[in-house]
């Protein structure tokens, strides 16, 4: 029979029916193979296996709602009628990295942490989809080829069972692998040996990160009907969910429905493949937390390193030192574990080099692999899109000079006056997204999208924001980087799935934090076209948003816009380049959570229309700390308790977008206007005085000024500090109606006065939303 291209998706279904409920397949595998090319070139399938491919063809089917099945008669007809479906069982895996913060941030150093990332994304995005004979696509193709060769009979070497376990795994399987977590459909007999090979390989590469992955065997049928009982009499389907709907048990696995409307479209999504993804993590969490596993080794016992009062600890002060090197800076006494995190911290910019001497002289044998850092995939970036590259290199995109890696925190707050910033940034709403998607298809869709749009929202707002720096100031006579070699300013700690970890200079932290979040709705809005990327699904809301200003506090008018159902929160920590990492990723995880509640805060009720609004929108929570003594808890306390004096708040983040580029605009009028720092300070402290005194010395000092009175008139009292009650303004203050307190931006301007700066004097750029309308 003559076939069209399947989706990749149904191509794997088809593959595992096919191979059969054994570990032996059903048929040759030469035959599967012949079936794997004919679906996807779109010809004649072997005459064995065509029932098997209209089989999964009428699955299919099953994607249009009006197929679904609304009784049980209905669903039981579905199931003797496509008895293939329902007799013949798939497996689906779920694993990944667990504790990664642990992991990566268990040493000081940036490149300790750098390579714990490194060595975690190299598992993530080459070891595991190299079980499926997945080779990534690079200009290091025929290193790529070797090293999946390599991980596939290592595969076939730790689980040695016949047929081998590569046989029956292809790249049509996997769903996602990516944000430290793969989802791979499997011939059901293989479902235990993949799920053993994940955690091992993590084990095994890393010695000590913790790792988990869990498999069940479902019906091919369920991968569109959700879960269904054994006696096919007994499942809970669509009439008794009508009759029970308003039962507490219903209700915590269904949902709470207000309109009776709704029930039908309720039920449909819970019944799909998201209900089997549902039950993996439920079983993910209950094998991470140490329960047992039938026919699994368990994991309650993690990788231990015995340590001796006699013998000299590494530099973490965890683990038995094992060598001494001479060659690396400091000279450091390493441990085993983190001498693979050293060995693939100091890689080349390439990822290709000779084994290093010290490395060489300790004797091991563990071979690091090609690991492409994040930074080779940036200027991966910049050479396909030419724009980009112009703006980031600027006179040298056409000669680009040799531009190093920062090697410590050290180099990198040489180019940034002593002060660098850390970016956490995540995603808004995708639990609530993901409850919607019904088939695999749509969620390798949404994956593949999710991921595209948050690296590259990162690759261009590291090349619009950021060009390679001159070093200065360096002293260290050890130091591999030299005054006057230049560097890439920043860090890429991670990029996974829609997690964000990034090391910048504070003078453009908050002008990249804000451009990663627009970039990213845009990306996923299709505003912004990448060359080569394609955005597969919609995530555009159907309604504009007609008064975006009920969620800014400032009074400058924003027209309505389109909303993407997607967004992102970001925490941004300015310090000292000498504040303690681990210290610093705490602080900027508050501050990233911070800026998530912010946003869930943003919804109300419109009392005209009786309907609840909602704030898609990206949230960005800031602190600058110039001193490491400044918290002695947690930022949330430490703003109660010193920045909140009765009905006055002396601090004003989170910020939506909008409000952050408002605040941006604030700040450079300040540095236009050359407001005198003395000033600054001096109103900073009247502000814990009370609001008239802080009002006067503010209206005081502004109308002394020799230059820059209308432009702070502008583009700050005007934008933040109008009255609510009359045209008259408020400055520094603005009202908080909800909260029916007076709050500032001042305080956080002031912080930021020296730090901030702004391209060749311009003011910054409008926001997105601004521009597109």
């Keep these: 029979m003559n076939t069209m291209e399947l989706h990749p998706i149904s191509i794997a279904i088809a593959w595992c029916l096919a191979w059969g409920n054994k570990r032996q397949p059903q048929f040759d595998i030469t035959v599967l193979q012949e079936m794997r090319e004919a679906l996807k070139t779109g010809e004649k399938v072997p005459e064995e296996v065509s029932s098997l491919v209209d089989a999964v063809r009428e699955l299919e089917k099953l994607e249009n709602p009006e197929k679904f099945p609304k009784t049980l008669d209905d669903l039981k007809q579905l199931t003797e009628k496509h008895s293939i479906l329902w007799e013949s069982k798939i497996g689906l895996v779920y694993g990944g990295a667990t504790k990664i913060k642990q992991y990566v941030f268990e040493e000081s150093k940036l490149p300790d942490i750098r390579g714990a990332s490194g060595l975690l994304d190299r598992i993530n995005l080459v070891d595991l989809p190299a079980f499926f004979n997945i080779i990534p696509e690079s200009i290091h193709q025929n290193y790529y080829n070797v090293q999946c060769s390599k991980i596939r009979m290592w595969l076939n070497y730790n689980f040695p069972n016949e047929p081998n376990l590569t046989d029956g795994l292809i790249p049509e399987l996997i769903i996602y692998s990516t944000g430290g977590n793969i989802l791979a459909f499997c011939p059901a007999a293989f479902v235990d040996d993949l799920a053993n090979a994940i955690e091992k390989r993590y084990t095994e590469e890393t010695l000590t990160a913790n790792s988990c992955a869990v498999g069940e065997n479902f019906r091919v049928i369920e991968t569109r009907l959700g879960l269904l009982k054994d006696n096919i009499e007994e499942t809970f389907w669509l009439e008794k969910y009508q009759k029970q709907h ?20 309720t039920f449909k999504k819970h019944k799909s493949f998201n209900e089997l993804t549902t039950k993996l993590a439920i079983r993910f969490n209950q094998r991470r937390s140490g329960n047992k596993t039938e026919n699994r080794p368990t994991r309650r016992y993690p990788s231990m390193f015995e340590t001796h009062p006699y013998l000299r600890r590494d530099e973490g002060d965890k683990r038995s030192a094992i060598a001494y090197i001479n060659e690396l800076t400091g000279q450091p006494y390493l441990s085993e574990t983190l001498i693979r995190k050293r060995r693939v911290g100091d890689r080349a910019k390439t990822g290709i080099s000779e084994i290093p001497k010290w490395y060489q002289d300790i004797g091991l044998n563990w071979d690091a692999g090609i690991i492409e850092s994040w930074l080779d995939k940036f200027e991966e970036f910049l050479t396909k899109n030419s724009e980009q590259s112009q703006v980031y290199y600027g006179n040298n995109s056409t000669q680009k000079p040799e531009i190093k890696i920062p090697q410590s925190l050290t180099e990198l707050s040489k180019v940034s006056n002593g002060y660098i910033a850390y970016i956490y940034a995540d995603g808004n709403n995708m639990g609530g997204f993901i409850q919607n998607i019904r088939t695999p298809e749509k969620y390798k869709e949404f994956s593949e999208d999710v991921e595209n ?8 707002a590291l090349a619009e924001n950021l060009h390679p720096r001159e070093m200065k100031g360096i002293t260290e006579p050890e130091s591999k980087t030299k005054n006057g070699y230049l560097i890439h300013p920043f860090e890429i700690i991670t990029i996974g799935g829609d997690d964000i970890l990034l090391i910048v200079p504070a003078d453009k932290a908050l002008q990249i934090a804000k451009m990663i979040g627009e970039q990213f709705e845009n990306i996923l809005l299709k505003k ?19 008064e975006p200003n009920k969620f800014n506090r400032f009074s400058e008018k924003i027209s309505e816009h389109d909303q993407c159902k997607l967004s992102m929160s970001t925490g941004v920590l ?27 805060t943003l919804n109300y009720t419109d009392e005209t229309k009786n309907e609840k609004i909602t704030y898609y929108g ?19 306390d430490f703003r109660k308790q010193a920045l909140t004096i009765d009905k006055l708040k002396l601090y004003a983040a989170p910020y939506t977008l909008p409000e952050l580029d408002k605040f941006l605009k604030s700040i450079h009028a300040l540095q236009e206007a050359e407001f005198p720092r003395s000033q600054l300070y001096q109103i900073r402290s009247f502000l814990e005085r009370g609001r008239r005194t802080a009002s006067l010395n503010y209206y005081y000092f502004r109308c002394r000024l020799n230059k820059g009175q209308s432009t702070l008139q502008s583009d700050f009292e005007k934008i933040w500090c109008q009255a609510k009650t009359n045209p008259g303004k408020i400055a520094p203050w603005m009202y908080d109606i909800k909260e029916e307190k007076y709050e500032t931006i001042w305080r956080e301007m002031v912080d930021l006065f020296d730090l901030i700066k702004f391209s060749d004097s311009k003011s910054p750029e409008p926001s997105q939303q601004e521009t597109s309308l």
């Design 528 to 546: 912004t076209e990448i060359s080569g990327v394609q955005i597969k699904g919609d995530y555009k809301v159907k309604e504009k948003l007609h």
């Design 246 to 265: 308003q039962n507490t048990i219903v209700e915590a696995c269904f949902g709470k429905i207000n309109d009776f409307s709704e029930i039908e479209n």
């Design 574 to 600: 300015i310090t000292a380049y000498n504040t303690p990492i681990y210290y610093a990723e705490k602080l900027v995880t508050q501050l990233l959570k911070s800026a998530k509640k912010y946003a869930k």
């Design 618 to 636: 990206g949230t960005v929570d800031f602190f600058t700390m110039k001193s490491v003594t400044m918290i002695s808890s947690n930022i949330e």
């Design 453 to 460: 749009a948050t690296k590259y929202a990162v690759y261009q």
